[in-house]
């Protein structure tokens, strides 16, 4: 229930591809989604987050999607970059939860140039 | 200095070893955290304090022992560890503990337990 299940585990993109990096939950009370993205030596930064209310949310190149229904939410990068080679954790939290997020796996992209 | 920074940032020590890891941030935030990360397994939450008291213990050991004696600085003190405890241990700051409040990581400190 506490579980956020992340896919793929690694992903290779061409420069100027799409990368799409999904995540599942099953603990419908989550209503927070934040994405962070981990270079390697640093500390994983927010990326771009989403609430429930809203199916899709965009900044720049990167688009959370969301599926309430499904249960589902996943990240696109559009016209990857090399530079966007890194670890992206997808997250969820809920309300009642002390500043708990839960974090699935992990997906390591490498964009190829 | 800014955001959150770590010290040190490599640590070997054997099991009967006593250390402690450092971590300061320099956002004026009111809420640490400790993270364990691990390869290829989720980042796992192991302490949260908010206005310098714990909130959150996620079922960690006690041969992990944390204090916060202010809102700027945390430590995590390790004793008698285990090779399994091998990881990356990061340390993330927010300015409340919502669960919209972003946290700011640091680069974490890499540990290895001989």
């Known amino acids: 229930q506490q579980q956020v299940k992340q896919s793929p585990q690694s992903l290779i993109v061409q420069k100027g591809g799409i990368s799409i990096i999904n995540c599942a939950y099953e603990n419908t009370a989550f209503d927070y989604f934040p994405w962070y993205q981990q270079f390697p030596g640093k500390g994983p930064a927010l990326l771009i987050a989403?609430?429930?209310?809203?199916s899709e949310k965009k900044e720049g190149r990167f688009t959370i999607s969301f599926n309430k229904s499904a249960k589902q939410f996943s990240l696109h990068i559009m016209d990857s970059q090399p530079g966007d080679s890194a670890t992206y954790f997808c997250a969820a939290s809920r309300a009642s939860n002390t500043g708990k997020l839960i974090f699935g796996q992990g997906t390591t992209l490498q964009v190829k140039p | 200095e800014t955001g959150v920074t770590q010290t040190p940032r490599h640590l070997v020590m054997g099991m009967t070893n006593k250390k402690s890891l450092k971590c300061e941030q320099h956002l004026g935030h009111n809420a640490m955290y400790w993270y364990k990360q691990s390869a290829k397994k989720p980042l796992e939450l192991m302490f949260v304090y908010s206005l310098e008291e714990r909130v959150e213990n996620n079922s960690v050991p006690s041969r992990f022992s944390p204090e916060c004696p202010n809102s700027s600085h945390l430590f995590l003190h390790l004793h008698t560890l285990q090779p399994e405890d091998s990881a990356l241990y990061l340390c993330?700051?927010?300015?409340?503990?919502?669960?919209?409040?972003?946290?700011?990581f640091g680069p974490g400190t890499r540990l290895l337990v001989l």
């Open positions: 993330a700051s927010s300015q409340g503990t919502g669960r919209v409040e972003t946290q700011y």
């Open positions: 989403i609430r429930p209310d809203v």
